[in-house]
């Protein structure tokens, strides 16, 4: 009875947390979608035979936010495609807080950083609300900048092809800022998880 009390009263911080995760995963898509739009978007819509500026400004804005986030998706899936080996980098002292919790992680297959960060955030989802609700969001800031990372590769390559120097040069500045910034976030996301992992481990134990 106890047991029950307590997982009914857990459901609206868990319900509370969802909302907040869904709202943080539906503008981690729209906000790279949307950046590329203001960027080539009269190119993009062109390739469609579309106009960029309706005379219906309603309607232009409501085409920019359906297409931001179409094309925010798709900027996502070629992320995880082409930056999926980020998760094994190593920036700052992940691989140290992995060491102590590599042992105490069990796998069905070859253990390695990725797939231990995994089973760990699977722990954490099914400990700690406020736990995993601090990582998800350390989750969906990486996983912005992942794919603003494809996004601005991509105007980069709009510069080479104008052979615009200037343009070239902010482009690739902006490309390895971002792909550094994500790089980050993904290491310090891991090192968080398996602090918890360990934090909790131990509790869970005691």
Known sequence: MECLCYSLSLLPQQAGSRQEEVWIDFFGILVPGAVLMFLHGEYLLGLLGMHSVPNDKVLYWSGFFVASLLLGHFLTGISVLLLNRAQEWSIGDVDRYYKEVEQEISLPVAKNRKAAFHRAYSFIRLNS??????????????????????????????????LDVRHIIVSALIVLLS????????????????????????????
């Open 129 to 162: 609300t406020a736990g995993i609700a601090e990582i998800d969001r350390q989750v969906a800031e990486y996983k912005l900048f992942r794919a603003l990372t494809i996004a601005f590769a991509i105007d980069f390559g709009f510069a080479l092809a104008a």
């Open 179 to 206: 792909w550094y910034r994500f790089a980050s976030l993904i290491c310090w996301t891991q090192q968080m998880t398996f602090e918890y992992y360990v934090l909790l481990s131990k509790t869970k134990r005691n």
